[in-house]
């Protein structure tokens, strides 16, 4: 192997640990910030290394045709190194202000929704109630006009009536009358 491929394949596992660095830091704020369970890590974890395995073995196979050699292990090892010595603080800070700016176009939108959406229907649901309350307070009102421009046609007759009924009481004939229907009623049932 020339020592040209060498030392293509060493930079190609230094970006290969690079990245393997940026991506765990990544993981590794937005499972701090968004509270994943330990199961949830744990898979998280599990998909992460696979991932990374995965992308070594491509970066490896582009610089040499994925030979195996120690100074691929050396370039993968100092990448990583290099990365949380210089960019890892950086990374971290710049992933948790985009964390809060996502969290933040979320409440944005959120709050455009309940104003655009929200307020109308909430609006018109008021509007629903208050004719509702107009319609039962006029039916009410006319029930009660009605009522009182209609009682001479049912409170005299049933005071004319009531007057009648008590009059026919109080005649003997009508109670004897009376008495003997019901006797022959109750001979049939």
């Known amino acids: 192997m020339n020592p040209v491929v060498q030392w293509v394949t060493l930079l190609y596992m230094l970006l290969a640990g690079g990245v393997m660095g940026l991506a765990y830091d990544s993981y590794r704020v937005l499972s ?35 030979q195996l050699r120690f100074y691929a292990f050396l370039g993968l090892f100092l990448g990583v190194w290099i990365y949380f010595l210089i960019f890892s603080v950086t990374v971290r800070r710049f992933v948790v202000m985009l964390i809060q700016s996502v969290q933040y176009v979320c409440r944005l939108l959120w709050r455009l929704i309940v104003i655009v959406i929200g307020l109308p229907l909430l609006w018109l649901w008021n509007l629903f109630l208050g004719i509702l309350r107009l319609l039962g307070r006029v039916l009410l009102a006319v029930f009660k006009i009605l009522r009182w421009l209609t009682k001479p046609l049912w409170v005299m007759p049933a005071r004319w009536i009531s007057a009648w009924v008590i009059w026919l009481k109080a005649r003997s004939w009508v109670v004897k009358g009376s008495q003997w229907l019901t006797k022959i009623w109750r001979r049939r049932s």
Do not use: T
């Open 32 to 66: 701090v910030k968004l509270h994943f369970s330990k199961g949830l890590n744990a898979v998280l974890d599990l998909l992460y290394w696979m991932a990374a395995a995965l992308f070594v073995f491509r970066m490896l196979y582009a610089g040499n045709q994925g």
